[in-house]
């Protein structure tokens, strides 16, 4: 199945008219993936429900269970596999400190 039907809307957070954090929620059943991409900076997996086999550089990273959270590094391709059905999880994006750089674009998978 296609990543793209997985997730939902990039979701911005916003405070003072900047971009402070982004968010986007993904929903899987068993054996459904979100292929291997990356991002210009690191983030927060929160696992809200179900399991994921989550790999990163092509290198199996772990199995977890929900509730759980995931750090994946900036730059770094990663894979997250459902285990379970009704799987749900969400990427948190949160800029570095003093990082003026377009978080939006930071987020995009690349």
């Known amino acids: 199945m296609s990543s793209d039907s997985l997730f939902g809307d990039l979701q911005i957070v916003e405070m003072d008219g900047a ?17 291997g991409h990356s991002h210009l900076i690191g983030h927060a997996t929160l696992l809200v429900s179900g399991a994921v086999s989550v790999d990163v550089d092509g290198k199996w990273s772990g199995t977890y269970f929900a509730p759980a959270t995931i750090f994946v590094p900036a730059e770094k391709k990663h894979t997250f596999r459902a285990i379970q059905d009704g799987t ?23």
């Open 19 to 35: 971009d402070v954090m982004t968010w986007r929620p993904f929903s899987a059943d068993a054996g459904q993936e979100h292929e």
């Open 88 to 110: 749900r999880w969400l990427c948190v994006f949160l800029p570095p400190v003093n990082d003026t750089r377009d978080l939006r674009t930071l987020s995009m998978e690349a």
